[in-house]
């Protein structure tokens, strides 16, 4: 049942209002109405967040809070909705906290007791996710890799064997080498989805192989701007389905002269395969 009555905001009240990742239309008439209704605005960039309520003729008054000043000007906000305010919380594109500003001051706004009420709206994590084509019954959101190349394989390294979709935000400037270590990390047959400008006029969704990805990515430039979502397929053990005429031939003459473990390292590395169940498969069947 859906209540179609327009509501203005509630006194002493913190609404967390998402707004549109690209395309403006996509913003609610319910976050309209609570953008125009309360007393405050807090924005991750004033000016940002400017041209679209001067879009949607919204003349309520903002007030910067972002990465940098969230924690030291939580406590005057929350100050300001116990003297009866209301404010509306909203990030640069999106939902605010997902990789966005705003935890720091929703957690202190629970601990004192002031009244959080959430809107739902655009979200370029489940927005890619439902588009990409991978399992989606369970993901983990990483948000944005590491800017620098050991960080980035460290954290690759966390999800490697993670069976589900991971997802990562991930900019123009660092999506190539990103995707590099992607490559060396997780294998070129790992099956990745680049989703880009989402809901914009170039929306693109890509769905390759790692190895055949990076080689996509590298060679047009125009696929390396904008905003990107990375989607990484779970993890999967080796089959015996895998375990081709091939790869048994040359795991059972390596074998033959090198122990299984480094016969099982080496026939991975060849067929990129999983060392791991190439080993086990030879204790089964070799030994």
Not at 39 to 66: M, N, P, Y
Not at 68 to 82: C, D, P, S, T, V
Not at 167 to 173: A, L, T
């Amino acid at each position: 049942m859906t209540d179609n009555i327009l509501h203005p905001a509630e006194v002493s009240t913190l609404y967390i209002v998402p707004t549109p990742i690209g395309n403006l239309g996509d913003i609610t008439q319910r976050s309209i109405d609570i953008l125009s209704s309360v007393d405050v605005i807090a924005a991750e960039d004033t000016r940002h967040t400017g041209k679209l309520l001067s879009h949607l003729g919204v003349q309520t008054k903002t007030f910067a809070l972002h990465d940098h000043n969230e924690q030291q000007k939580a406590a005057y906000l929350i100050e300001r909705l116990q003297n009866g305010e209301s404010i509306a919380l909203v990030s640069d594109a999106g939902t605010p906290l997902i990789s966005d500003p705003g935890y720091h001051l929703v957690t202190q706004c629970r601990d004192a007791g002031v009244k959080v009420v959430p809107l739902p709206g655009a979200c370029a994590v489940i927005t890619a996710l439902c588009a990409s084509g991978l399992p989606s019954d369970r993901f983990s959101f990483e948000g944005f890799l590491p800017a620098k190349s050991k960080g980035r394989k460290d954290k690759l390294k966390d999800v490697e064997q993670m069976p589900h979709t991971t997802i990562f935000y991930e900019s123009p400037h660092r999506i190539t080498d990103s995707l590099k270590d992607m490559l060396e990390v997780l294998g070129p047959d790992r099956e990745v989805v680049m989703a880009r400008e989402l809901t914009k006029t170039f929306e693109t969704f890509k769905k390759l192989p790692l190895g055949e990805l990076v080689e996509w990515v590298t060679a047009d430039s125009n696929q390396q701007r904008g905003e990107m979502v990375l989607l990484v397929h779970g993890y999967r053990e080796t089959t015996t389905e895998e375990m081709s005429p091939e790869v048994i031939r040359t795991l059972t003459a390596i074998a033959k002269e090198l122990p299984l473990k480094k016969a099982a390292a080496i026939t991975a590395e060849l067929f990129s395969l999983k060392k791991n169940a190439l080993y086990k498969w030879g204790l089964e069947n070799l030994e």
